[in-house]
């Protein structure tokens, strides 16, 4: 069994910016969302821990010297078996989202600090807006679903390349094709229930084009078209749409590519190119906001076929571990006798057993002066702007993200050592980092939960989960039961997050532009304002 976390000094002063901590005293344990900083000023979610380096790569840049008003957001949505009720839950933000950011409150020019946020009164000559209002917004949407290639695994209904992270998977992706959330082709696939998706959905496959638009500026006179180039000035209407294209539903491959998806989504369809398969999509003169939902750990396989040039970085042919989608391949961690996800979970980081691409290729810590080194991460859709590229992940990290006090002018701060271990001598060496330290401990009633690589639960063919849902209790009769809600480690992604928020690259400072928050939240409100106050903080250079 796993020992509670119990509270000492340092614990306590954690707390201060938490309503409660799952180990100890819950006075506010009946709250809608826990573990998430609500405040606008302590949206500045940021790292105090570790993330050093002497060199910041060819990333490090002069901030724009205009502000922004144009945002690209690109939302991969985990559409495997559990995550019906995480997509309602973002669904249901969608709106809100839409309303701060083209929509933004008012504070006051008199009061010091501006005062609370307020609804702007037009006639009030001392209100001004708090951020700056995007007047023009790219909303794209891919899948975690890239296939099993090399092996039919049941549930995985493309093998070859799942989704293959085309924009718009319901229109584009092969997988979805054969699994549309109102008509299932496949036999076993369930339909959305009535009301999953908005009535504004038709049902028709080509409804909307590769990505949707927002324009709020009068004076554009592409707003308000149909068709292929779906735009719209309307916030209820674009929040409709918004909503039939992120709600996928429950049939996708549960072996999920959230990463790899991303990546082929912006770098390898070329969403900045003007003839790819996402072509239009990213603009430069945007602020880039990426946004991954997912309750599981990123399992994006090597398949040296899209390797790129990036095995070549570190001097070595690629290694494909395709095999690891096979059942009778037992070359990988876990063996034959379990699930095939728990090999993403068993194997230790860059060993011979761990099948994922290493993680300098969605964000690359190299120095600019190391031979081959690759230059196509997602840094590199925005040169020489590093700043303007945000990573969130609303993913299986414990519902209390362990932080740091807010000290004076510096905001409340995630400790990302707590969460993924001690790191060693190169913070950035995600392989060398001792996950055996790394967060573990009580989730109050809702049972024992673990951030800790290779944690496998004793009775289970699955590790200890990374939260539970609020609210829930744990029965330990029932322990690999589906009757509770639970979300695993997803390790990868919060260091990729972890790489967005320290990472010294915007001028040889610490972007501060990575955000994680827990999505066993019984609803998502305060994850997505604190996702949208970051964009907003980003849009206005002062």
């Not at 724009?64 to 945002?71: A, E, F, K, W, Y």
């Not at 090399?150 to 070859?160: I, K, L, M, T, Y």
């Amino acid at each position: 069994m796993q020992r509670p976390v119990t509270l000492g000094r340092s614990s306590l002063l954690i707390c201060a910016t938490l309503a409660a901590c799952a180990e100890g005293p819950q006075p506010d344990a009946g709250r809608r969302d826990a573990g998430v900083v609500d405040a606008a000023s302590d949206a500045r979610v940021a790292s105090s821990d570790g993330g050093t380096s002497s060199d910041s790569g060819d990333a490090a840049a002069t901030p724009p010297q205009q502000n922004l008003d144009t945002v690209d957001l690109l939302l991969l949505v985990d559409n495997s078996g559990s995550m019906r009720e995480n997509q309602v839950n973002i669904m249901a933000e969608l709106g809100p989202m839409l309303e701060l950011l083209t929509n933004p409150p008012c504070v006051s020019r008199s009061i010091r600090g501006g005062g609370p946020p307020h609804r702007c009164d037009p006639a009030n000559p001392d209100d001004v807006r708090q951020f700056a209002a995007v007047t023009d917004l790219h909303v794209g949407v891919v899948s975690s679903d890239l296939g099993t290639p090399g092996s039919q695994v049941p549930g995985c209904d493309n093998s070859a390349s799942g989704d293959d992270g085309r924009l718009n998977p319901i229109r584009n992706g092969g997988a979805l094709a054969q699994h549309l959330p109102w008509a299932p082709i496949v036999p076993t696939a369930q339909p959305a229930p009535v009301g999953f998706r908005p009535a504004a959905c038709n049902n028709d496959r080509n409804q909307f084009p590769n990505f949707i638009t927002f324009c709020s500026n009068a004076a554009d006179a592409t707003c308000d078209q149909s068709g292929a180039f779906a735009s719209s000035r309307d916030p209820a209407q674009f929040t409709d749409w918004f909503k039939c294209n992120a709600g996928l539903f429950v049939n996708g491959c549960g072996l999920e590519s959230q990463l790899e998806a991303v990546w082929r989504a912006l770098v390898q369809h070329d969403a900045r190119g003007s003839s790819s398969p996402n072509a239009g999509f990213l603009r430069d003169n945007a602020l880039l906001a990426v946004i991954v939902l997912s309750d599981e750990e990123d399992g994006s396989v090597r398949d040296c076929r899209n390797d790129g040039g990036f095995s070549a970085q570190g001097g070595q042919p690629c290694r494909d571990a395709r095999g690891v989608y096979s059942v009778d391949d037992a070359a990988w961690a876990g063996g034959t006798t379990g699930p095939l996800d728990l090999r993403f979970y068993m194997a230790t980081p860059g060993s011979v057993q761990d099948p994922t691409w290493g993680l300098d290729r969605y964000y690359n810590t190299r120095a600019s002066s190391a031979p081959n080194r690759w230059t196509r991460d997602l840094l590199s859709l925005k040169p020489g702007h590093p700043e303007r590229v945000i990573f969130a992940g609303i993913a299986g990290v414990p519902v209390e993200i362990p932080m740091q006090a807010a000290m004076g002018a510096e905001p409340a701060q995630i400790l990302w050592d707590r969460l993924l271990g001690t790191p060693g001598a190169d913070a950035n060496d995600y392989n060398a980092r001792n996950q055996g330290t790394s967060m573990e401990g009580t989730q109050s009633t809702a049972g024992p939960f673990s951030m800790r690589q290779a944690n496998r639960h004793p009775m289970c063919n699955h590790v200890v989960p990374a939260c539970r849902r609020v609210g829930s209790t744990y029965d330990p009769a029932r322990a690999c039961a589906a009757f509770q809600y639970q979300a695993f480690p997803s390790r990868r992604i919060v260091e990729i997050a972890r790489r967005f928020d320290q990472f010294p690259a915007c001028n040889g400072r610490p972007c501060r532009n990575g955000i994680v928050t827990s999505i066993c939240a019984p609803e998502f409100s305060r994850a997505l304002r604190v996702i949208t106050t970051r964009i907003q903080e980003r849009l206005t250079i002062g």
